[in-house]
């Protein structure tokens, strides 16, 4: 490492995604082995950025730091009478790799920054964490008409923007059931047959009600802040040294994806930022076959760099709506209305879908 001494790292966990790990190390990998060896969380520490330093234990000072601008993001308790104060902070990683940048911005060192781009394993890990939270809260709560002040007779609209089915309408007939074509369907089971998925879905997140999101009635209900992402929206990065996606897309209509969440579902919508050069959302695209398993047909598998081949291997298609010159929405405007990362794939914000709908 020449005269670096180690980095002051970011650690991340989906364990407690709120947190982040700000520390120092003379070898971030050895740390990262020795955190990673506890059987106390069910997912694993990662790296998110890391800034090379000259002295030891720099993170100290970049520690005092935060702890004068705000006391309380520090995680600080007491056990057996005895005080433990931890290099845990309440905040974004995107809030704390922002610091970093900012010293190595005011230092001329910025060449010392790495951002460390996650692995698809660990962008699968990331997704099964948020839906293992919504599923938890779901289920300290369960859904019924009552509780959201829905009554009895009431119209549901099955909205799934691209399917088919988008439009269709059941009737509530008691607390927990509606009708849909003479036939009695739990919420859920009816949301699943109309998305053409072949896992259950959570039905309050396919219907509205006078216009209302089922889920956004019940956050209101219980006090709950109402979900800030936009269910069937996501922007998906692609690294063009991985994946010629311009070539892709410039000899076919449909491509193969592989498929790191499992709450993606036919007729969601697709917005590929493309990363190398162009440093933008380049495509538009609907989400046409999702769990699909297996290899990638002839088409497609030309354009991959190098492609793991497993008949167990889980993709999605994506059919092209709409292409972007480089310039339409570039990564700058595109972190002005809130996007906070490239490096995994992340549902939009309504922020971000108004955007990307008026520009």
Known sequence: MGDKAGVIYILTNPSFDEYVKIGYADDVDKRLKQLNRSECTPFAFRV????????????????????????TLRAI???????????????????AYGILEAIAEISGRTDRLTLVTPSEEQQIEEEIAEEIEEEHKERMSPFTFSKCKIPVGAHLIYTNRGNDNTGKECVVIDDKNVEYNGETWSLSSLATMLTGSKRGVAGPRYFKYDGRWLNDIRAEVEGRALNRRVEDTWIIPCNPEKYDIIGAFNELDEIEWSQSQTNITIGDTVYVYVSGDCHAIMYKCEVTGANLKGNRSNEDVKFY???????????IKLKLIDKFDSSRYPLKELREHGLKSVQGRTKVTHEMEEYLEAN
């Open 48 to 71: 998110y950025a890391t800034y090379e330093v000259e002295n030891r234990l720099s993170d100290l000072k970049l520690h005092d730091m935060i702890d004068r601008i705000n006391p």
């Open 305 to 315: 760099a190098d492609l793991k081949k497993s008949p167990n291997i889980e993709y």
């Open 77 to 95: 308790d007491n056990v057996c009478g005895k005080k433990r104060v931890r290099e845990f902070y309440a905040m974004t990683k995107e809030d």
